[in-house]
């Protein structure tokens, strides 16, 4: 049976979307902003320059400080939300995604996203050098490595990128909309924050990947496992120094994956049996809701 949509639901559910965007990134804004002009500011008073000296101590602090404003604005997203579902009594699992889930399914899917860095990695090989020096100033945060970049790709981009785009934003767009629709939908405003081209591109792809994920499990956890799978590989502590860079790295993560995906084919088989959110009313039998 056809579920009827009404045009004042999607309007709705795509309103409340752009919302959480714009809260999205305006914390991403507003952290690194109020710690460039405290920066600049005290640069003013305790050296006595002008505001060319602070605007330019404005822009290297900022620079300096990008992994700790990363990963500070992801932590305030999330903590914000959550109070947010909490304060409102709403269910996480309805609300943001959150469910139980099972550990085969989520161990497939970080594996699964090592392979996906991999063609993605291969496909990165073939496009023009002046596409990839764009892509290289755009990475500048991945690029980084230590404690406070690793956290800041490996935890806390995932968790806040998945509450927010596959949790909260795919949530409501599938109770307005066909499933596949607000699965694109959700794909490309999460490409869309993603800033160059080429990022765009390939962000676009994993925000189709892992939203059919969400959508057939009910849950982020597999999601978040791997998202942040796919961003560990960008190696954020150094320890496989130059060994990261070169081709053999894929070989070794391509048969980790292979090796992985086997391992854990019990979560593809698992989540490829959970049915149709809307067509069941039952809990998934994957995922389960987590209670308050």
């Known amino acids: 049976m056809e579920r009827s949509y009404s045009v004042k639901a999607i309007l709705a559910a795509l309103g409340k979307s752009v919302l959480y965007l714009l809260f999205f990134s305006l914390t991403q804004v507003f952290v690194g902003a109020a710690y460039g002009i405290a920066a600049a500011f005290g640069e003013v008073v305790n050296g006595g ?7 330019q101590a404005f822009a290297e602090q900022l620079l300096d400080g990008l992994p700790a404003l990363t990963l500070l604005a992801n932590v305030v997203i999330v903590a914000v939300l959550l109070l947010w579902f909490l304060l409102r009594k709403k269910p996480l699992s309805e609300g943001a995604g959150l469910r139980r889930c099972s550990g085969w399914t989520a161990g497939f899917c970080a594996f699964g996203a090592v392979g996906l860095y991999v063609i993605v990695s291969l496909a990165l090989a073939l496009l023009p050098e002046s596409w990839m020096a764009e892509y290289g100033e755009a990475m500048r945060l991945s690029a980084e490595t230590g404690w406070i970049p690793a956290l800041a790709v490996v935890v806390g981009a995932p968790l806040a990128e998945e509450l927010v785009f596959r949790g909260i934003i795919q949530s409501r767009l599938e109770r307005a909309m066909p499933a596949w629709i607000a699965v694109v939908l959700q794909a490309a405003l999460f490409g869309l924050i993603h800033g160059a081209p080429v990022q765009i591109a390939y962000a676009f792809v994993m925000g189709l990947l892992f939203g059919y994920i969400r959508h057939r499990t009910g849950s982020i956890l ?63 039998t994957v995922c389960e809701e987590i209670t308050e």
């Open 49 to 55: 320059g002008d505001m060319a000296q602070g605007a």
């Open 222 to 284: 597999p999601t978040i496992a791997a998202h942040a799978a796919f961003n560990a590989m960008n190696d954020p502590l150094g320890l496989l120094g130059g060994f990261a860079e070169k081709w053999q790295f894929l070989a070794v993560m391509a048969a980790v994956c292979a090796a992985g995906c086997v391992l854990c084919r019990r979560g593809l088989t698992e989540m490829t049996a959970v049915p149709e959110v809307e067509k069941e009313p039952a809990p998934p």
